[in-house]
């Protein structure tokens, strides 16, 4: 499926609708984002090639049979991810990089190692952030990356959130692991008040913040907002704004944004 970049994450929000197992995404390169879901005869509906419309926006939709060794393509396709020399993230098939900080992450069906720029722009700003300590909790936590990254930095408790089992469950397998200890739950946003934690990675879509800034549940000190398209990035800040947290540093990259919000000293 290939949509226009500025429309894909309303097309990535209705994709997880129908496949919560999670989607491949690539970036074009012509200003366009593809995304591929896998799956053996049968499992998938058999589509002609087509356009539809998904959130408002025009898809290009194309089925193919992928070559028998899609299996270790697969395997290619996640490779580690180094941070500064200081902290990486790797698949179990991919060697130790030497980092002081190693996180093994199996990327099962749950969206991947952490390589997307919405998590590597929030793993950049986690390595930024004095004093790493308190409680924290992962909005979104998918397969367990920024959770077990905080508990590495030295957070704690840390409790991970999601509203896909699968992504609690690999998040549960993740944190074992790599050794530490998260409380991992189901939780949705759009119904649940956040739980208590001085400082929260939300690595979520832009409505989804947007609802939550605009309710009246108490904030956390410290927010890292990320799943923004750079477009969306002033509206949230402006949102958060108006309950008392202030941006105090942008990260952008790939057309993505990652804001951290802080609150305002009296």
């Known amino acids: 499926m290939r949509v226009d970049a500025e429309r894909a994450e309303l097309v ?3 994709l997880l609708e129908l496949a919560p197992g999670g989607v491949e995404e690539r970036d074009q390169g012509d200003g366009t984002v593809e995304y591929a879901v896998y799956g053996p005869p049968g499992e998938l509906p058999a589509l002609p ?3 539809a419309a998904a959130g408002g926006a025009l898809v290009d939709v194309s089925t193919e049979e992928v070559a028998e060794d899609w299996a270790e393509r697969w395997r290619l396709f996640h ?8 902290l990486s993230v790797r698949p179990p098939w991919e060697p130790a990089a030497g980092t002081p900080i190693d996180l093994v992450i199996d990327p099962g069906r749950a969206f991947g190692t952490g390589a997307h720029p919405t998590t590597r722009l929030c793993l950049e700003a986690l390595l930024e952030l004095p004093g790493r300590r308190g409680p924290f909790a992962d909005l979104g936590c998918g397969s367990g990356v920024l959770a077990i990254a905080a508990v590495r930095l030295g ?4 409790l991970g959130l999601d509203i896909e089992p699968v992504a609690v469950q690999a998040t549960r397998e993740n944190s074992a692991r790599n050794g530490v200890e998260i409380e991992v739950r189901r939780f949705d946003l759009r119904s649940e008040p956040v739980p208590a934690a001085g400082t929260v990675a939300a690595n979520l879509l832009a409505p989804l913040l947007l609802q939550w800034a605009r ?3 108490e904030l956390p000190a410290r927010i890292i907002a990320s799943g923004l398209l750079e477009s969306e990035g002033d509206a949230v800040a402006a949102a958060f704004g108006e309950r008392g947290l202030v941006e105090r540093e942008r990260r952008s990259g790939g057309g993505w944004v990652a804001l951290v919000l802080e609150r305002a000293l009296p």
């Open 155 to 158: 957070f704690a408790p840390v």
């Open 215 to 217: 309710r009246g549940d």
């Open 79 to 86: 490779r580690a991810l180094v941070i500064e020399g200081r």
């Open 49 to 51: 090639d087509l356009k």
């Open 12 to 14: 990535l929000a209705e």
